[in-house]
């Protein structure tokens, strides 16, 4: 038998979802009663879960566990039907996704706070997705934030922890939970989505990969699709156990954090694909041998050449991305004579446009491509949609990203970020640059002159609702663009960002380092924004 507890708490402040949930320090989530206060207002913020079916799970990060029970309890405590939950609570966020559809069920929580450092010092965050399988509306995560603001009790169910290392459907109350293997409905869908045949012959020609899952949740994912599915060779895969801490490592799937795939890659005699994916599966690398493909590119390349694969057979519907990601995929779909939207940061602002099919592919600079298979970004798909154009085509990755920029042009694209740059500093640098988009048009910064400036609103056309503020955008005669915002992913300080963007159509000029086509912007933008001397800080911390 078990015991229901209703338990008095009050409202803890800062306990608003950001792009994809909240995200805090792994300790503040540990902190009493914060974890329970906010699931309560998710259950509160969306209109309770009695009857209701569940897809839980997470990324493996420190806490994880614990979380995941505690979840489980409250669910019960608050009349779910069902929760379907992962075998020891692992699930990568498209595989969730694609399980909350695949199910039908009502919505998820997701545990993770994606790309960022795990472990007891780390990060913990946790995600509503609704019952399409995206995260949820600006709506709902308003509804959220509000509950945080006037909860008075949680309830819970006293009980000792639910054992979840073993496929079986158990009881906890009158709620059932079912534990699924993480990987099987995910492989499922890709094994439809990709020419599998195709890729396995690739991987018994010479060709050679190397993964790199960052002791991430991908792992689990990647060794069973890549290496007992389609052939590749024992240790293609490598880092493959998720971990707690993702081994004291910073699970970011780009130049800077994935060193080991990248010097690898940057080799003579390196393997012809690279990949990396990051804490939640979420986010993918794209390297050649010697050849770094930018997350904008990928994104270009894929919509230009996705009739090649069995799940795009029929051509897209349309295309989007994020404001800040370079325009290389608008380009693609203006040859194709498809809408091409773009839309604000954060994977929810896709979900209207997926849901209504007007859009097929959707992408962000930051490491992050999916498409209408489900309602998330999603890392490994987007590895194997490179495999099977690389299969059909019989090509090098240098050799297509040649082909695509004699076609397309090149967009020149790079973001800086400073991380963890004082709040107040960050926020003196937007106004300080706002301050002047009356006034930019028409200026000049050495040959770059400054044809648009503004502040990026979003008109959804699906529902109509409007997003403001949602970042400062600088465009240069030409097509090049200077685009600044603060992300909202990060767990201390302000993370500033800034994206800069050129566009090349002379093919001598395709080889150049991309900091060095880029000087120009790079120099534009310290003039206009005074990053040095509003933040202190010489040089960015990471440049993608």
Same mark, same amino acid.
């Given at each position: 038998?078990?015991?229901?507890?209703?338990?008095?708490?009050?409202?803890?402040?800062?306990?608003?979802?950001?792009?994809?949930?909240?995200?805090?320090?792994?300790?503040?989530?540990?902190?009493?009663?914060?974890?329970?206060?906010?699931?309560?207002?998710?259950?509160?913020?969306?209109?309770?879960?009695?009857?209701?079916?569940?897809?839980?799970?997470?990324?493996?990060?420190?806490?994880?566990?614990?979380?995941?029970?505690?979840?489980?309890?409250?669910?019960?405590?608050?009349?779910?039907?069902?929760?379907?939950?992962?075998?020891?609570?692992?699930?990568?966020?498209?595989?969730?996704?694609?399980?909350?559809?695949?199910?039908?069920?009502?919505?998820?929580?997701?545990?993770?706070?994606?790309?960022?450092?795990?472990?007891?010092?780390?990060?913990?965050?946790?995600?509503?997705?609704?019952?399409?399988?995206?995260?949820?509306?600006?709506?709902?995560?308003?509804?959220?934030?509000?509950?945080?603001?006037?909860?008075?009790?949680?309830?819970?169910?006293?009980?000792?922890?639910?054992?979840?290392?073993?496929?079986?459907?158990?009881?906890?109350?009158?709620?059932?939970?079912?534990?699924?293997?993480?990987?099987?409905?995910?492989?499922?869908?890709?094994?439809?989505?990709?020419?599998?045949?195709?890729?396995?012959?690739?991987?018994?020609?010479?060709?050679?990969?190397?993964?790199?899952?960052?002791?991430?949740?991908?792992?689990?994912?990647?060794?069973?699709?890549?290496?007992?599915?389609?052939?590749?060779?024992?240790?293609?895969?490598?880092?493959?156990?998720?971990?707690?801490?993702?081994?004291?490592?910073?699970?970011?799937?780009?130049?800077?954090?994935?060193?080991?795939?990248?010097?690898?890659?940057?080799?003579?005699?390196?393997?012809?694909?690279?990949?990396?994916?990051?804490?939640?599966?979420?986010?993918?690398?794209?390297?050649?041998?010697?050849? !770094?493909? /930018?997350?904008? *590119?990928?994104? $270009? &390349?894929?919509?230009?050449? +996705?009739?090649? @694969?069995?799940?795009?057979?029929? #051509?897209?519907?349309?295309?989007?991305?994020?404001?800040?990601?370079?325009?290389?995929?608008?380009?693609?779909?203006?040859?194709?004579?498809?809408?091409?939207?773009?839309?604000?940061?954060?994977?929810?602002?896709?979900?209207?446009?997926?849901?209504?099919?007007?859009?097929?592919?959707?992408?962000?600079?930051?490491?992050?491509?999916?498409?209408?298979?489900?309602?998330?970004?999603?890392?490994?798909?987007?590895?194997?949609?490179?495999?099977?154009?690389?299969?059909?085509?019989?090509?090098?990755?240098?050799?297509?990203?040649?082909?695509?920029?004699?076609?397309?042009?090149?967009? !020149?694209? /790079?973001?800086? *970020?400073?991380? $963890? &740059?004082?709040?107040?500093? +960050?926020?003196? @640098?937007?106004?300080?640059?706002? #301050?002047?988009?009356?006034?930019?048009?028409?200026?000049?910064?050495?040959?770059?002159?400054?044809?648009?400036?503004?502040?990026?609103?979003?008109?959804?056309?699906?529902?109509?609702?409007?997003?403001?503020?949602?970042?400062?955008?600088?465009?240069?005669?030409?097509?090049?663009?200077?685009?600044?915002?603060?992300?909202?992913?990060?767990?201390?300080?302000?993370?500033?960002?800034?994206?800069?963007?050129?566009?090349?159509?002379?093919?001598?000029?395709?080889?150049?380092?991309?900091?060095?086509?880029?000087?120009?912007?790079?120099?534009?933008?310290?003039?206009?924004?005074?990053?040095?001397?509003?933040?202190?800080?010489?040089?960015?911390?990471?440049?993608?």
């Amino acid at each position: 038998m078990t015991t229901i507890r209703t338990v008095p708490t009050d409202p803890i402040d800062g306990q608003k979802p950001g792009t994809s949930g909240l995200r805090k320090k792994t300790a503040v989530f540990q902190e009493h009663h914060y974890l329970e206060n906010f699931i309560q207002s998710i259950w509160d913020g969306i209109g309770g879960v009695e009857g209701k079916t569940l897809v839980l799970g997470g990324d493996g990060r420190h806490f994880n566990g614990q979380a995941a029970q505690v979840v489980l309890r409250m669910a019960a405590a608050s009349g779910a039907k069902k929760v379907i939950v992962a075998k020891r609570a692992l699930l990568s966020t498209p595989a969730a996704s694609n399980l909350i559809r695949k199910r039908g069920a009502d919505g998820g929580i997701i545990l993770s706070a994606s790309h960022n450092p795990g472990g007891p010092n780390g990060d913990f965050g946790v995600k509503f997705n609704s019952s399409n399988g995206g995260p949820a509306s600006e709506t709902i995560t308003g509804k959220i934030f509000d509950a945080t603001k006037s909860i008075a009790e949680f309830k819970i169910t006293e009980t000792q922890d639910i054992g979840l290392r073993t496929l079986e459907t158990v009881s906890l109350g009158d709620m059932e939970i079912e534990i699924v293997d993480p990987v099987d409905d995910y492989a499922d869908l890709m094994a439809e989505l990709f020419d599998f045949d195709a890729i396995r012959a690739l991987f018994k020609s010479d060709f050679r990969m190397r993964f790199d899952a960052m002791h991430a949740v991908t792992g689990p994912y990647a060794s069973r699709i890549l290496q007992e599915m389609l052939g590749a060779s024992p240790g293609t895969v490598f880092n493959a156990i998720p971990l707690p801490d993702f081994g004291d490592g910073h699970p970011d799937p780009n130049p800077t954090w994935a060193k080991q795939l990248w010097d690898e890659m940057m080799s003579a005699s390196g393997p012809d694909l690279g990949a990396a994916s990051d804490g939640d599966g979420d986010r993918n690398m794209i390297v050649g041998r010697q050849c !770094y493909v /930018s997350p904008s *590119d990928s994104l $270009a &390349v894929l919509a230009a050449n +996705a009739t090649l @694969v069995p799940g795009y057979k029929d #051509g897209l519907k349309g295309v989007a991305r994020s404001m800040p990601t370079s325009q290389a995929v608008d380009r693609v779909a203006e040859k194709l004579g498809i809408d091409c939207y773009e839309t604000p940061t954060g994977w929810k602002f896709f979900g209207n446009l997926l849901d209504a099919g007007k859009a097929t592919l959707c992408g962000e600079e930051s490491f992050g491509t999916g498409s209408d298979h489900v309602r998330e970004k999603d890392g490994l798909w987007a590895v194997l949609f490179w495999l099977n154009i690389l299969a059909v085509k019989k090509c090098s990755v240098a050799e297509l990203m040649d082909e695509h920029w004699a076609t397309y042009g090149r967009n !020149y694209y /790079s973001r800086h *970020d400073y991380e $963890a &740059v004082d709040s107040d500093a +960050a926020a003196g @640098v937007m106004d300080h640059v706002r #301050g002047q988009l009356g006034s930019l048009p028409g200026q000049s910064f050495g040959s770059l002159k400054v044809v648009s400036a503004d502040e990026f609103a979003y008109d959804d056309p699906v529902d109509g609702s409007r997003a403001e503020g949602q970042g400062l955008r600088v465009g240069f005669e030409g097509g090049g663009r200077l685009v600044l915002r603060l992300s909202g992913t990060g767990t201390e300080g302000a993370t500033l960002r800034v994206y800069l963007e050129k566009v090349e159509t002379d093919p001598a000029q395709f080889g150049l380092d991309p900091q060095e086509a880029l000087a120009e912007v790079i120099a534009a933008a310290e003039t206009i924004a005074e990053i040095k001397a509003r933040t202190g800080r010489d040089a960015p911390d990471v440049i993608t």
